[in-house]
């Protein structure tokens, strides 16, 4: 698609990745940028450098997701690109020794915020953009979205579903026009891996910064890739799971183990 003249709106836009994400959409011409986040002042800082509209928004709450949308499509027209970016990392496991250490409260946040956000928001947008012809979700998902996430069962498990998701809506609305991706990193330089030991596992391949990571989502977002992965070594490791689940898992216990240890 092209992101020149689009509007666009991206949840999670206060800090990291998503503020990123809007600065790089302004960057390429988008007619207009939305800047959602819990943080409401914040949002605002960031949409007015880039004469933008920054809005208070709890994505957990899909009510407020569609008066926000109605919202700004009363003002300014069609959203044609919406990125589905706020995620939360809760449930860790810093022992690295367990997959049943996280309390309910976490599981239950992780999967209103990294998945039913995104079912919140293609519920209101799926039957505009189809009766229009086509539209665009960026779903900001993670390389744990197809790899998995040593040392936190939810984030994992979390990300999969959110991939899962993705994929139904890109193969189920294709012939309305509405096109999906899903921006798939390991390690970003952003607050969400502040504490984790240069992001655990997932530091290992390096750590980029949002702003590369943005602009690895938008070159994919206008070549409509469904898998991006701003990270080419994921591509590998897939390979790799598909090949030999087995042996993939057993490669993972490894890795495991030698975290653990401080080998890796
Ligand atoms: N940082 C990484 O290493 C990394 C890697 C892969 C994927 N991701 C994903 O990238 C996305 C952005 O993460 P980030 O690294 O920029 O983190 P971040 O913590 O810097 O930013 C997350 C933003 O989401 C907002 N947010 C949290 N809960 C919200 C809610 N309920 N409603 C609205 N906004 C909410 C926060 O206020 C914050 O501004 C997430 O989905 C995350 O899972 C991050």
């Known amino acids: 698609m092209q992101i ?3 509007t666009a ?3 999670g836009g206060a800090n990291g990745i998503g503020k990123a994400l809007a600065q790089a959409l302004h960057q390429r011409g988008a007619a207009r940028v939305i800047v959602a986040d819990l943080d409401g002042d914040k949002a ?3 949409a007015q450098q880039i004469g933008g509209q920054g809005v208070g928004l709890d994505v ?3 009510d407020a997701m569609g008066a926000m949308i109605d919202q700004i499509e009363a003002d300014h027209g069609p959203i044609g690109l919406f990125c589905s970016n706020a995620g939360v990392l809760m449930g860790l496991d810093d022992s690295l020794t367990t997959s049943v250490n996280a309390s309910d409260a976490e599981w239950q946040t992780s999967w209103e915020i990294n998945v039913m956000a995104h079912v919140h928001a293609a519920r209101h947008l799926v039957p505009r953009m189809q009766a229009r012809g086509g539209g665009y979700f960026l779903n900001t998902v993670s390389a744990a979205g197809v790899l998995n996430q040593i040392g936190c069962a939810v ?5 999969h579903a959110a991939i899962g998701f993705a994929e139904n809506l890109a193969f189920t609305h294709r012939d309305g026009g509405i096109r999906v991706s899903v921006l798939c990193p390991q390690a970003v330089q952003t607050a969400m891996i502040e504490g984790t030991g240069g992001g655990g596992s997932a530091g290992l391949d390096g750590i980029l910064s949002p702003q590369d990571v943005a602009n690895c989502a ?5 070549a409509e890739r469904f898998l991006i992965l701003p990270h080419p070594q994921v591509a590998g490791y897939m390979e790799h799971k598909l090949a030999d689940y087995d042996r993939w898992l057993g490669g993972m216990a ?5 975290l653990r240890e401080g080998q890796a």
């Open 60 to 62: 957990r709450d899909g």
């Open 218 to 222: 938008l070159d994919g977002v206008e």
């Open 44 to 46: 605002q800082a960031v």
């Open 155 to 159: 984030y994992g498990t979390t990300k």
């Open 9 to 11: 709106v991206v949840t």
């Open 254 to 258: 490894k890795l495991q183990r030698m």
């Open 4 to 6: 020149k003249g689009v």
